[in-house]
């Protein structure tokens, strides 16, 4: 059932980054500017390494966009690598320069590297570090923005926080069930150097970045994503693979250092009884749950809604009308300044593991790879449940599916 398709492609240190998404409807306004402003959320945050400092990402729309509108055609994108100047014949493609540079030999506990060359027979690390690194996330946070920037036509907007960073938590709150707290919780997170709602959580964050960073040690920590505006239908009970949760988690998990994700209280839920987690229904005609816009208006459940949002938007796989939370667990960056041991792949002798630049905390950014990958999904099972290859027959299809859940 799926409507869209994407890929991404290149190395880290390669030429450029190449992505193509395929699926999306003729119509829908698309500019460049709008991807750049979402490589741009991804690239800061506190805790980032030096590469982020000599990247400054962009976006090069190459098709399936005319005069600023989607052609329905499928989208390419491109963005440079600015550091391939130093990388040239180290990262070429070309035979004439094999040998150029030393081969990487000592793997980094906590990345791809060795069950990599292992499985893909390489004598050099590097052909596996290349591609692993999460350099790529820039390709998937651009495809992310088309994503979002045709999802916040129908008023759903996707956001992320961050809620700790290694044992430092933001004050405690509930999994939020109301899109205006959502919406201004992602306003404070934004002016947060660690993208983290909590003053003086986000202070102390940054305490212990700086002591991670003095002691060539990294950290990892906790964020959630939420979508508000959704209608209630999307995704489906009756078939594993059509499961939103599921979807969801598949989608998420694929981040680079994603070691767990929940949905609404997740985990949470397991020390809990029936009684305290279930999210009571009422309905009210006039109800409208503080959302903008004309869609939020209309009411995304149709009158229905919940007290509490412990589900996080999604019963049987399918969205209930509340907003969606997601919550991901980043495990701390594996390359360490101070490196664990580790064993050389040829010589076979114990040595420290090798050090490439690296960032020291990146859950900020990982945030935003989360966003965009959450948009994906999202506007996959939109899609699939007011398909069309139009703006308009989609807008015509959801329009319709508003009118039919106000008169239920
Ligand atoms: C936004 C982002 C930035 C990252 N930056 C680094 C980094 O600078 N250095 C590093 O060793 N790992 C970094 N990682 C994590 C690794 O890419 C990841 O742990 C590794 O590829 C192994 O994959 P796994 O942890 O999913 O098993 C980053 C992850 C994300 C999402």
């Given at each position: 059932m799926q409507t869209i398709r994407f890929f991404t492609s290149g190395e880290s240190h390669g030429k450029a980054l190449t992505g193509i998404i395929e699926g999306i409807p003729s119509g829908f306004p698309i500019s460049s500017e709008a991807i750049d402003r979402e490589l741009r959320r991804r690239q800061g945050g506190y805790g980032r390494g030096g590469r982020m400092k000599i990247e400054s990402d962009h976006a090069e729309i190459l098709s399936g966009v005319r005069w600023g509108k989607t052609l329905g055609s499928p989208i390419s994108i491109l963005i440079e690598n600015k550091d391939w100047k130093n990388w040239q014949e180290g990262m070429s493609v070309d035979a004439a320069c094999d040998g150029s540079l030393k081969p990487v030999t000592r793997p980094r506990p906590g990345h791809a590297d060795l069950a990599g060359v292992l499985k893909y027979n390489h004598s050099d690390i590097r052909n596996i570090l290349e591609r692993s690194?999460?350099?790529?996330t820039a390709m998937r946070v651009a495809l992310g923005a088309i994503a979002k920037e045709i999802l916040s036509e129908f008023d759903i907007r996707i956001g992320s926080y961050v809620i700790q960073i290694g044992k430092v938590q933001c004050s405690e709150f509930k999994v939020q069930s109301s899109e205006k707290d959502l919406l201004q919780t992602f306003e404070k997170a934004e002016k947060s150097p660690v993208r983290c709602p909590d003053e003086d959580a986000s202070k102390r964050m940054v305490r212990l970045i700086d002591k991670a960073i003095k002691e060539g040690n990294s950290l990892g920590g906790i964020f959630e994503v939420f979508v508000t505006g959704l209608p209630v239908g999307l995704g489906s009970h009756v078939q594993w693979d059509r499961k939103l949760d599921g979807r969801i988690a598949q989608a998420v998990m694929s981040i680079q250092a994603m070691k767990g994700v929940e949905i609404g209280l997740g985990f949470g839920m397991a020390k809990k009884s029936g009684s305290e987690v279930m999210d009571e229904i009422i309905f009210s005609r006039k109800s409208v749950k503080g959302g903008t816009g004309k869609s939020a208006q209309l009411l995304t459940g149709g009158g229905f809604s919940r007290k509490t949002n412990n589900a996080g938007g999604l019963e049987g796989g399918i969205s209930n009308g509340m907003p969606l939370i997601v919550r991901a667990a980043m495990k701390p960056i594996p390359t360490l300044r101070k490196p664990l041991m580790s064993v050389d792949i040829h010589t076979k002798k114990t040595f420290s593991a090798a050090y490439e630049r690296s960032d020291v905390c990146a859950v900020p950014a990982a945030a935003v790879v989360a966003e965009a990958m959450t948009a994906l999904v999202v506007a996959d099972a939109f899609f699939e449940k007011f398909g069309g290859d139009s703006r308009e027959e989609i807008e015509r299809n959801y329009n319709a599916y508003l009118s039919y859940l106000i008169t239920f």
């Open positions: 690194s999460a350099r790529e």
